[in-house]
């Protein structure tokens, strides 16, 4: 069965420093691997998403993430942190193992604050 | 409308009252799916459908919960004898990908945040 754990629960960082919200994943299956963000009082919206293609993806916001087999591991990374990234960011993998429904399963999320 | 809706966006109940919540996906997405996030928590998956049929159901807690999706579009989450431990987010998410193709995102509404005192 697959698995997600975020290793941190609140990350904090200053405005222009690296950002870095760290995700292991176990899954018997090649993963596909998502990385979601909640804004307060707002949707989970889709950052990223790794699907077996190249394994350094970036997606919106300036927010990428490299995928490491060797290191079951899919984590978040952004250059320089800008006071709007504050927010919730949840890793997920889709459970592949089920009839490829779509399902995904989420880790315990990771709060990001900016300091000014 | 451009994206997922959910109603009511909050719902107060007491304690052993029925609740029901809506979810309205983007038109012409086949794949529907309940999640419930706690506080300080990620989204735990309840039940998915493909079209009209509940393909796994798998998530719901207990014979309390129960969700249908009539028409393959609109989606109602029924929750029966509602407890304290009930209270969460419900989010409602949809996407195009059928069984067996899921490489696409889901795309999530705001939530249906229940409070059950």
């Known amino acids: 069965a697959q698995s997600v754990t975020q290793l941190g629960s609140h990350v904090s960082v200053s405005e222009g420093a690296l950002v870095l919200l760290r995700c292991n994943y176990s899954?018997?299956?090649?993963?596909?691997l998502f990385w979601y963000v909640q804004y307060p009082n707002q949707g989970l919206q889709l950052l990223l998403k790794?699907?077996?293609?190249?394994?350094l993806v970036k997606g919106i916001n300036g927010f990428e993430a490299e995928f490491k087999k060797s290191e079951t591991s899919f984590h978040l990374t952004k250059p320089s942190a800008h006071m709007s990234d504050a927010a919730e960011y949840f890793c997920?993998?889709?459970?592949?193992?089920?009839?490829?429904?779509?399902?995904?399963?989420f880790g315990q999320g990771t709060t990001l604050q900016v300091k000014p | 409308g451009a994206g997922v809706s959910q109603t009511p966006s909050n719902k107060v109940t007491e304690k052993g009252k029925y609740v029901e919540l809506r979810c309205d996906p983007i038109?012409?997405?086949?794949?529907l799916y309940w999640y419930r996030q706690s506080l300080g928590q990620g989204p735990e998956f309840l039940i998915y459908?493909?079209?009209?049929?509940?393909?796994?159901d798998s998530g719901l807690p207990n014979d309390r919960f129960f969700a249908v999706r009539p028409e393959g579009s609109v989606s109602t989450l029924k929750i029966q004898r509602t407890e304290r431990g009930d209270s969460a987010v419900y989010l409602c998410?949809?996407?195009?990908?059928?069984?067996?193709?899921?490489?696409?995102?889901?795309?999530f509404g705001e939530g249906s945040r229940l409070t059950v005192l």
């Open positions: 038109s012409g997405h086949t794949a």
């Open positions: 997920a993998v889709s459970d592949r193992g089920s009839g490829n429904t779509g399902k995904l399963i």
């Open positions: 790794y699907t077996s293609a190249a394994t």
């Open positions: 899954s018997s299956v090649p993963p596909y």
């Open positions: 459908f493909q079209g009209t049929g509940a393909a796994d």
């Open positions: 998410a949809s996407s195009q990908t059928a069984t067996g193709a899921n490489t696409g995102e889901l795309f």
